[in-house]
């Protein structure tokens, strides 16, 4: 009887202190709770959110592009999470000055966080990915060919033939220039980027012979992975999740 008290006794501590632990603290997977960190760029401070895995090493690390809604909290969330699956995940909120920034001066932010992650001891600079969505998506069909730090990059429902919202170039003009894998994720009845517009890329990156996948869902419409402003947990989003990270795993590991 007095052992079973004891024994009792030991597990209401052990109930109590794992109570205590807060979120990012080893409740989530080891991950470090996000953080806000600023970048200096063009003569501007952007802030960023930044989240990494807990155990002390080296990691990969990805730039998250947020759509034209803004970092709202689901792309916060994606990060918090995407840092659990051993990345060290950065999100720069572009549109910090500008609604809508020149290309120039969002390619001069991507490079100035990229610099900003080879100044942490816990990041590989030679392993670098690079992922966006909706605006983001057009981003990272952008910036991959021209940014030779990054190794790959995954495009949620982009825009390869727009010169998005401050007439820039479309992305399909620099597909000779791709030579770095990328995974292309879209929805069917996405409206705003129709899927015609992703086959009639991917035909053209095939033509070029340069490596993509591309991952359609049947019925889904733009921006399926954050709506309302909140990431998404039903099946379709689990499983475009899980293809990102087996993607970048594949690519950056």
Same mark, same amino acid.
């Given at each position: 009887?007095?052992?079973?008290?004891?024994?009792?006794?030991? *597990?209401?501590?052990m109930l109590v202190l794992a109570g205590c632990v807060t979120p990012g603290e080893?409740?989530?997977?080891?991950? !470090?709770?996000?953080?806000?960190?600023?970048?200096?760029?063009?003569?501007?401070?952007?802030?960023?959110?930044?989240?990494?895995?807990?155990?002390?090493?080296?990691?990969?690390? =990805?730039? @998250?592009?947020?759509?034209? &809604?803004?970092?709202?909290?689901?792309?916060?969330?994606? =990060?918090?999470?995407? *840092?659990?699956?051993?990345?060290?995940?950065?999100?720069?909120?572009? !549109?910090?000055?500008?609604?809508?920034?020149?290309?120039?001066? =969002?390619?001069?932010?991507?490079?100035?966080?990229?610099?900003?992650?080879?100044?942490?001891?816990?990041? &590989?600079?030679?392993? @670098?990915?690079?992922?966006?969505?909706? *605006?983001?998506?057009?981003?990272?069909?952008?910036? @991959?060919?021209?940014?030779?730090?990054?190794?790959?990059? =995954?495009?949620?429902?982009?825009?390869?033939?727009?010169?998005?919202? *401050?007439?820039?170039?479309?992305?399909?003009?620099?597909?000779?220039? @791709?030579?770095?894998?990328?995974?292309?994720?879209?929805?069917?009845?996405?409206?705003?980027?129709?899927?015609?517009?992703?086959?009639?890329?991917?035909?053209?990156?095939?033509?070029?012979?340069?490596?993509?996948?591309?991952?359609?869902? !049947?019925?889904?419409?733009?921006?399926?992975?954050? !709506?309302?402003?909140?990431?998404?947990?039903?099946?379709?989003?689990?499983?475009?999740?899980?293809?990102?990270?087996?993607?970048?795993?594949?690519?950056?590991?």
């Amino acid at each position: 009887m007095r052992g079973s008290i004891v024994l009792f006794a030991f *597990a209401a501590v052990m109930l109590v202190l794992a109570g205590c632990v807060t979120p990012g603290e080893g409740s989530d997977g080891g991950a !470090q709770n996000g953080t806000t960190v600023d970048i200096e760029s063009g003569g501007r401070t952007y802030p960023a959110y930044i989240a990494a895995p807990g155990e002390n090493g080296t990691y990969p690390g =990805v730039v @998250l592009i947020h759509s034209f &809604n803004g970092l709202e909290p689901g792309y916060r969330d994606m =990060v918090d999470r995407f *840092a659990t699956e051993g990345f060290v995940v950065i999100a720069p909120e572009w !549109q910090m000055h500008e609604q809508s920034p020149e290309d120039t001066e =969002v390619e001069a932010l991507i490079r100035d966080t990229i610099a900003y992650l080879g100044n942490r001891s816990d990041v &590989n600079e030679s392993s @670098l990915g690079l992922t966006g969505f909706c *605006a983001g998506g057009r981003y990272t069909m952008l910036f @991959l060919p021209g940014i030779e730090e990054f190794d790959a990059g =995954v495009a949620w429902y982009g825009f390869p033939y727009s010169g998005g919202q *401050a007439n820039g170039t479309p992305p399909a003009e620099f597909i000779s220039g @791709l030579e770095d894998p990328m995974l292309i994720i879209h929805g069917t009845a996405d409206q705003a980027s129709p899927v015609a517009d992703i086959y009639r890329y991917a035909t053209d990156l095939d033509a070029a012979g340069k490596y993509f996948e591309l991952k359609v869902y !049947q019925g889904e419409p733009h921006g399926f992975m954050v !709506q309302d402003g909140e990431l998404a947990t039903g099946f379709v989003a689990e499983d475009a999740y899980g293809e990102m990270v087996t993607f970048f795993n594949r690519t950056l590991g």
